[in-house]
């Protein structure tokens, strides 16, 4: 397995985070549920604005991250949902999804996105009991009816049948309808690698995405994962979005105040914006590989690639069939599909030759000595020894204060940071 920290000591390997390690004072108002802080050196008097030092470190102080610990961040999100009424394995299922998705560095995926599925539960678009039922199958295949029920739930259900029916048969191919917003892919396609297994998961989503030469959003961001073991624990995991970005860095961008690269979206015209405004007022998410003269439409063809599995072959809602993102006048009716593939049915020595391809490009000279060749799944390993090295998870004090709000409204305790915190 690659040594990322070895990577990371000998300085070919950036911190993923990009912060510096810079202690602040945080206050947590319990009676409000809001936190603030302030760097020690941070002067709080009314006469900032004519210092534009004390105002460089007000902005400083803008961007700082509160360290919460993994259990604290998980049971946070349970109490949320349990408070709607959701059954308490199933809230436990949603959470693990949603941590998982921080502590891998997708923030898009993770805490950022509970309110979304407190609301859906609370205003009954989404069910809160039941369970995933089998509908039609056969030795290798499965079609499963979600009940509309929380998507790790039907995730977690469709993904282990999978993985039975590739222990039989060689391969488990199951899809669903009924679901609803699964969080990242990775982590049901990651649940095979425990058995040695190949994974592979798919979803579709509201529509997000304008097409290639279009100025309408017509697909989702119809996520992609692939995960693939190789020796000593080592593995590869592909997870990403047939979009340019998943929605959510749109979001926490304009949270934030910031401007979003070229490429990630374009206004109601179809027109290529760094305003995440207007891509989310209007506009839309563009395909992976942006315009069509960078490559967009083959980005555009993985998105419909996607709908064909999903969709289309588990007889959800498709396309622009499927409800507006964030809007719960109706069911999100979405399908996914769930792959597990055992190597022992094919050539032998599968690990082997998975270590020997990932070895290939981990160890090839890089085109610059900072910033070393590295295989999917890297990254998010990187940023897991990164959250253990600090001693949890930074999340951006505004996600803190607005899933507080959240809990707030629902009746549950606060979510609580650790002592300090990280900024840049």
């Keep these: 397995m690659i040594d990322l920290t070895a990577f990371r000591n000998a300085g070919r390997f950036p911190t993923l985070f990009g912060l510096k390690r810079k202690l602040a004072v945080v206050s947590v108002d319990h009676r409000h549920q809001q936190i603030t802080s302030r760097s020690p050196a941070t002067s709080t008097s009314s006469d900032n604005k004519h210092r534009p030092e ?30 709607v009424g959701t059954k308490e394995h199933h809230a436990r299922s949603l959470a693990e999804v949603l941590v998982e998705g921080d502590h891998r560095g997708h923030y898009s995926h993770g805490l950022n996105r ?95 995405v304008v097409p290639t030469r279009g100025k309408e959003c017509t697909l989702g961001t119809n996520p992609i994962s692939v995960a693939a073991p190789a020796k ?41 914006s760094t305003d995440p405004k207007k891509v989310l007022s209007g506009g839309g998410l563009v395909p992976i590989g942006g315009s069509e003269a960078t490559g967009g439409y083959k980005g555009y063809g993985l998105g419909m690639m996607v709908e064909v599995f999903c969709g289309i072959l588990a007889g959800a809602q498709y396309s622009n069939h499927i409800r507006t993102w964030k809007v719960t006048d109706r069911v999100a009716n979405l399908g996914q599909c769930f792959v597990a593939i055992n190597p022992e049915n094919f050539a032998p020595g599968f690990g082997d030759r998975m270590s020997d391809l990932l070895s290939i490009h981990r160890g090839m000279e890089p085109a610059d000595s900072g910033a070393p060749v590295l295989t999917a799944g890297d990254p998010e ?33 606060p979510l609580l940071p650790c002592d300090n915190v990280v900024s840049n």
């Design 54 to 83: 004390a105002a460089a470190q007000s902005r400083t102080v803008n961007m700082t991250r509160c360290l919460i610990s993994k259990s604290e961040v998980q049971g946070f999100i349970e109490r949320c949902m349990t408070s």
């Design 381 to 413: 390993r990187m940023n897991m020894k990164e959250c253990e090295d600090m001693g949890g998870i930074p999340y951006h004090i505004n996600v803190i204060n607005h899933m507080n709000e959240c809990a707030k409204r629902v009746g549950a305790s």
């Design 114 to 208: 509970m309110d979304m599925y407190v609301k859906d539960v609370q205003t009954g678009i989404c069910a809160k009991d039941g369970e995933p039922v089998v509908e039609k199958e056969s030795a290798a295949t499965a079609l499963v009816d979600g009940k509309n029920l929380l998507g790790p739930v039907v995730g977690n259900f469709c993904m282990k049948l999978a993985m039975k029916k590739a222990k039989e048969a060689g391969i488990g191919w199951v899809v669903a309808h009924g679901s609803n917003h699964f969080g990242i892919a990775g982590y049901y396609s990651m649940q095979a690698l425990k058995e040695n297994m190949i994974g592979m998961s798919f979803t579709n989503t509201s529509p997000l």
């Design 232 to 272: 000593d624990g080592d593995s590869f995991v592909l997870d990403m979005a047939t979009s340019a970005v998943a929605l959510g860095k749109v979001e926490l961008h304009d949270r934030r105040g910031d401007t979003i690269p070229e490429g990630w979206g374009c206004d109601a015209q179809g027109k290529l």
